[in-house]
């Protein structure tokens, strides 16, 4: 059962654009909303997260806006580079194990 | 040392084998969780341990199992290996307390190639 459902699947932007990757969840259980980026030969890393009583948060380039209401979340890059050029994961924990359950991943290129 | 570490990067066997696959925690993490990436697919959370226990499991067959060693290590090990099971596998650990709300620190990997 996928719990959590990312789009879209890749992206191509020219760089300075900004590519958003959308996120939508079903069990309203969640309360935590990370991001992950993972480079080819890597391990995902933690890129920002947001709790549920936020509705936007910024950290440098890198924007998540959520809709608590529409059970929907996204990311923006702002100005993006070619070294954003990386497959993104949104991801939500739960349950006693904090496990992690994530989306299937979106593969953004940034071209020059 | 700082990081998870993962061995071997890369390893090939047979369908029917068992493979057995190592992870060092970062310093100071005491929780250990494991995740099968399958090719173009998000990471699939396998078990987790803390105090050298199953803290909790996924959708996994008996097959997959785990140790947690008293120095936070762990082992992944995965008995009578059928070609699905050729994947990326991640190592995630956290500090006491934190798990996955706080962020894990993952491991490079291991991929495993069934034939």
């Known amino acids: 059962q996928q719990q959590v459902k990312q789009s879209p699947q890749s992206l191509i932007v020219q760089k300075g654009g900004i590519p958003i990757i959308n996120c939508a969840y079903e069990n309203t259980a969640f309360d935590y909303f990370p991001w992950y980026q993972q480079f080819p030969g890597k391990g995902p890393a933690l890129l920002i997260a947001?709790?549920?009583?936020?509705s936007e948060k910024k950290e440098g380039r890198f924007t998540i806006s959520f809709n608590k209401s529409a059970k929907q979340f996204s990311l923006h890059i702002m100005d993006s580079q070619p070294g954003d050029s990386a497959t993104y994961f949104c991801?939500?924990?739960?349950?006693?194990?904090?496990?992690?359950?994530f989306g299937t991943g979106t593969r953004l290129q940034v071209t020059l | 040392e700082t990081g998870v570490t993962q061995s071997p990067t890369h390893l090939i066997k047979t369908r029917g084998q068992q493979v057995t696959l190592r992870c060092s925690s970062q310093?100071?993490?005491?929780?250990v969780s494991w995740y099968q990436q399958a090719l173009g697919q998000g990471p699939q959370f396998i078990f987790q341990?803390?105090?050298?226990?199953?803290?909790g499991r996924g959708n996994f067959p008996p097959r997959f199992s785990g140790l947690q060693f008293p120095n936070y290590s762990s082992e992944l090990n995965v008995n009578a290996l059928e070609l699905d099971d050729s994947a990326l596998y991640l190592c995630?650990?956290?500090?006491?307390?934190?798990?996955?709300?706080?962020?894990?620190?993952f491991g490079s990997g291991t991929r495993l190639t069934v034939v």
């Open positions: 310093s100071g993490h005491n929780t």
């Open positions: 341990y803390y105090r050298e226990e199953e803290n």
């Open positions: 995630a650990s956290s500090e006491p307390g934190q798990g996955a709300r706080y962020g894990y620190t």
């Open positions: 947001i709790r549920p009583d936020v």
């Open positions: 991801a939500a924990p739960h349950g006693t194990a904090s496990k992690l359950t």
